[in-house]
């Protein structure tokens, strides 16, 4: 799901500026904080199938190499070198590349989202003109977003793109996105300047 693995993903990030003041304030214990976040991210890519985790793995095999008293020069690890400092910094820049490509999977996951988004938005006034949106009240938020979902199917204005979005994304993707939409919209009908732009929504 994408929603749940960018969440995840930002999460193990919010974590890092911590770690980094670790090793600015030279803490013993860097690396081997250091080694318990890369052992964290790693076990969540491996939950998440994402092949990312085999560049994990081989960063933590090296921040362990390092921990260990090597750390590599040309592209091959060089004899145990006795100071921390040196530990500490080749485990520093193993982070910061682990940082990058973890940044990289976030943005891949938002310029997605951005995308379904836009189509969830389109289908959501298509929708709205051709019948007002119901609201929620006496009802859950689940299962008025499954109400609101699951009537699009039957329409023939809406059916070719709800059928596109449940293909491309988890049904809980789809509900999350939607959730979000609906709210955008709903917030729009009650704002006098904006109901102009989101016709046949109703309030909750």
Known sequence: MLFMNRHLLHQHLMELPGIV????????????GSLNWLA?????????????????????GEVLAARDGHHRRGGELSPPASTRRVQQAATAVALRQVETSLRDVVESIDRQLDGYREKMAQLLAVASNAE???????RSRDAWLRSVWDSMAGTKETAGMHAY????????????????????????????????????????
């Open 21 to 32: 003041d670790a090793y600015a304030a030279r803490e013993a214990g860097f690396v081997d």
């Open 40 to 60: 964290a991210v790693e076990k969540t890519l491996l939950r998440l199938r994402h092949p990312l985790t085999g560049l994990i793995a081989t960063t933590r």
């Open 132 to 138: 007002p949106i119901p609201a929620g009240e006496g």
């Open 165 to 204: 979005l449940n293909a491309a994304m988890a049904r809980g993707d789809v509900l999350a996105l939607l959730g979000e939409v609906l709210e955008n919209l709903l917030a729009a009908a009650g704002d006098p300047d904006r109901r102009e732009e989101h016709p046949g929504t109703t309030g909750t």
